[in-house]
């Protein structure tokens, strides 16, 4: 099926850093979603973007729905251990088309 | 927590047997999606029930079915299942086009 190419795959920063992540398609969606994942657990909501050019933030956390409605970005100020997860952007065309996923870009910090 | 319930967490069963994995959506989601994760293959949508009829279908095998009941549970039946059905099963819920809400997964393990 189709999905969302989202890069980095996978990052290792030092706590207090900066982190940015995104995801591009090919396909125009309507929504994007921003999730992550702990070990053990289902995929949480960070971040809902409903708008081309929409920025919104959720305490330290910044994303960005693309002009073109084809990308999406995330980032992370001032990182800390209990980022650590793997994060997963996803995006909806709207009508009944299910939600697709990125495949994750699982983040470290080391302290 | 997101308010939906899957059972059971971990299963552990031999080919070509047959499970069922359930959940239950946050109160008042009447859409209920199945999902598939399997090691470096993100989130791979299985299927949609709405208000317990099938809305949308993705990448969902002939010997995997589901349905959603009055109550709006719903199960996932496995059968016939293979070594490469090990995964995490996640079920999500929604209102209309709202993100979808996930529960912790029930982990497969097929011997």
């Known amino acids: 099926g189709q999905q969302l190419n989202q890069s980095p795959q996978s990052m290792f920063i030092q706590e207090g850093e900066d982190v940015s992540m995104n995801c591009t398609s090919s396909?125009?969606?309507?929504?994007w979603l921003w999730y992550k994942q702990d070990p053990g657990e289902g995929p949480v909501l960070l971040i809902a973007l409903y708008k081309a050019g929409e920025l919104t933030s959720n305490g330290r956390l910044t994303a960005q729905f693309g002009i073109t409605r084809k990308d999406s970005f995330l980032n992370i100020s001032a990182s800390i251990p209990s980022d650590v997860g793997i994060y997963f952007c996803a995006g909806l065309k709207g009508g009944n088309t299910p939600l697709v996923f990125g495949k994750g870009t699982r983040l470290s910090v080391i302290a | 927590d997101s308010g939906v319930t899957q059972t059971p967490k971990h299963l552990i069963t031999a080919t070509g047997q047959r499970v069922t994995l359930r959940c239950s959506p946050r109160?008042?989601?009447?859409?209920v999606y199945w999902y598939q994760q399997s090691l470096d293959q993100g989130l791979q949508f299985l299927i949609q029930?709405?208000?317990?009829?099938?809305?949308a279908k993705g990448n969902i095998l002939e010997r995997f079915s589901a349905q959603q009941f009055p109550d709006l549970h719903s199960e996932l039946n496995l059968s016939s299942l293979e070594l490469g059905d090990s995964a995490l099963y996640f079920c999500?819920?929604?209102?209309?086009?709202?993100?979808?809400?996930f529960g912790n997964g029930t982990r497969l393990t097929v011997t």
């Open positions: 029930y709405y208000n317990g009829e099938e809305r």
């Open positions: 999500a819920s929604s209102v209309a086009n709202s993100p979808l809400h």
């Open positions: 109160s008042g989601d009447l859409s």
């Open positions: 396909s125009i969606f309507n929504t």
